[in-house]
């Protein structure tokens, strides 16, 4: 069983930046890619940003690009998702997510955190 724990949500402005961090526990993490999604109220869950097993491969959602960046420490069993520029429209829940194969889909993902909220302001 594997248990992740995102945390670094909170309320910010347009144009801030957070970093969110996803500890994971349970198994080896190394072993998993990772991803981040999001849900805003409303909608359906989204897909932001994924990263490969050695962390030598990212992809991201079009909408991030630039101003987002994912990235992991193995040894600490730790993921993270650098959010800069924040925009009204980032507001939403963060999820983190481990699965076994590198894919921009939910489906493929095996274990999830319970979420951080992320809300920004003007």
């Known amino acids: 069983q594997v248990q992740l724990v995102e945390s670094g949500g909170g309320l910010v402005q347009a144009g801030d930046s957070l970093r969110l961090s996803c500890a994971a526990s349970g198994r080896i993490f190394s072993s998993y890619v990772m991803g981040w999604f999001r849900q805003a109220p409303g909608k359906e869950r989204e897909f932001v940003a994924t990263?490969?097993?050695?962390?030598?491969?990212?992809t991201y959602a079009d909408f991030v690009k630039g101003r987002f960046t994912i990235s992991r420490d193995n040894a600490k069993n730790t993921g993270y998702l650098q959010m800069n520029s924040l925009k009204l429209e980032d507001t939403a829940v963060y999820y983190c997510?481990?699965?076994?194969?590198?894919?921009?889909?939910?489906?493929?993902?095996?274990?999830w955190g319970q979420g951080t909220q992320v809300s920004v302001s003007s």
């Open positions: 997510a481990m699965g076994s194969r590198f894919s921009r889909s939910g489906t493929w993902y095996d274990y």
């Open positions: 990263i490969s097993w050695g962390g030598g491969t990212t």
